[in-house]
């Protein structure tokens, strides 16, 4: 089902306080391509910190929702998000996923496959838990991305020949395995079985250095708690019905300039020009 304008203005209410203009595009996209129906049954296919299964929740509250990641740290961190909310959360591994088969209406995966030691493995997994007809909403990270949004891997790409995956400046090579052309993420997705109904490039246009202000300086200091309050109530992506929209708010400042630079991801032919993108974003159903 369409989502509607009340539901896009919620999803708009959770995205306020977010810095990545990638990822905010990410979740419209993934939000508009899974055609959820009231009651139906949804899987968010490493679910991390539980941004997706929190905003799917107040999204569609009678739908029955579940969540699986290996990671045990963001799983406790997912389940305090949620407590009281439909969300069935359960530590595990996607390339043995603990649900029978034809067990979902719907699959969200972002920034997920290229995790995986399998890829290929994973999507036969997700398309074995999905019921036919069912739909699968993906993401990955674009093998040809802006230097703007990570000049450090770049850089780095250019000058060793090869690109930083672990520590602070990994950026968005961070522990994965591969980033993706769009022949090799079809090649993944119809090999399991998927028919691809829409593949899209998200974010060309960013704020220069956008990977780098957001996740090794923000992300640490967030987690860290070592903002002030007033900061970080606007600045953490899961506070961000805290955050009033104050002019006084130096976080807010930087906010309205990032999303400056977004807009012009979506003037008419304003980011369909350009070869460089952040994401490949892939709507799929099970056939």
């Not at 089902?1 to 304008?5: A, E, F, I």
């Not at 530590?91 to 995966?109: K, N, Q, R, T, Y």
């Given at each position: 089902?369409?989502?509607?304008?009340p539901q896009r203005q919620i999803i708009e209410r959770f995205l306020r306080n977010e810095s990545d203009v990638a990822y905010k595009r990410r979740v419209r996209t993934m939000l508009d391509y899974l055609d959820l129906a009231p009651g139906q049954t949804a899987l968010d296919c490493?679910?991390?910190?539980?941004?997706?299964?929190?905003?799917?929740?107040?999204?569609?509250?009678?739908?029955?929702?579940?969540?699986?990641?290996?990671?045990?740290?963001?799983?406790?961190?997912?389940?305090?998000?949620?407590?009281?909310?439909?969300?069935?959360?359960?530590?595990?591994?996607?390339?043995?996923?603990?649900?029978?088969?034809?067990?979902?209406?719907?699959?969200?995966?972002?920034?997920?496959?290229?995790?995986?030691?399998?890829?290929?493995?994973?999507?036969?997994?997700?398309?074995?838990?999905?019921?036919?007809?069912?739909?699968?909403?993906?993401?990955?990270?674009?093998?040809?991305?802006?230097?703007?949004?990570?000049?450090?891997?770049?850089?780095?790409?250019?000058?060793?020949?090869?690109?930083?995956?672990?520590?602070?400046?990994?950026?968005?090579?961070?522990?994965?395995?591969?980033?993706?052309?769009?022949?090799?993420?079809?090649?993944?997705?119809?090999?399991?079985?998927?028919?691809?109904?829409?593949?899209?490039?998200?974010?060309?246009?960013?704020?220069?250095?956008?990977?780098?202000?957001?996740?090794?300086?923000?992300?640490?200091?967030?987690?860290?708690?070592?903002?002030?309050?007033?900061?970080?109530?606007?600045?953490?992506?899961?506070?961000?019905?805290?955050?009033?929209?104050?002019?006084?708010?130096?976080?807010?400042?930087?906010?309205?300039?990032?999303?400056?630079?977004?807009?012009?991801?979506?003037?008419?032919?304003?980011?369909?020009?350009?070869?460089?993108?952040?994401?490949?974003?892939?709507?799929?159903?099970?056939?």
């Open positions: 089902m369409p989502l509607t304008d490493g679910t991390g910190m539980g941004f997706y299964t929190k905003l799917l929740s107040t999204l569609y509250p009678s739908a029955r929702l579940y969540g699986i990641d290996q990671d045990k740290k963001a799983l406790a961190f997912a389940a305090g998000q949620l407590r009281g909310r439909n969300v069935l959360l359960t530590e595990g591994d996607i390339l043995h996923l603990p649900f029978a088969d034809a067990s979902f209406d719907a699959v969200v995966m972002s920034e997920v496959l290229e995790h995986l030691v399998d890829d290929a493995a994973g999507a036969r997994e997700v398309w074995r838990v999905l019921k036919p007809g069912g739909t699968l909403a993906v993401t990955v990270p674009y093998a040809r991305y802006p230097w703007w949004y990570d000049p450090i891997n770049r850089a780095a790409e250019a000058l060793r020949g090869r690109p930083i995956r672990q520590g602070p400046f990994a950026g968005i090579w961070a522990n994965h395995k591969r980033l993706y052309t769009a022949e090799q993420l079809a090649a993944v997705l119809e090999g399991a079985g998927f028919a691809i109904e829409r593949l899209e490039f998200l974010t060309h246009y960013c704020f220069p250095g956008t990977q780098t202000i957001v996740y090794t300086f923000g992300k640490g200091l967030i987690e860290h708690n070592l903002l002030p309050e007033a900061i970080s109530r606007s600045a953490h992506r899961f506070r961000s019905e805290e955050n009033r929209g104050s002019r006084w708010n130096p976080v807010n400042w930087a906010l309205a300039v990032f999303n400056w630079v977004d807009h012009f991801n979506e003037r008419p032919g304003g980011a369909s020009r350009h070869r460089t993108f952040v994401n490949i974003a892939v709507k799929a159903r099970k056939v």
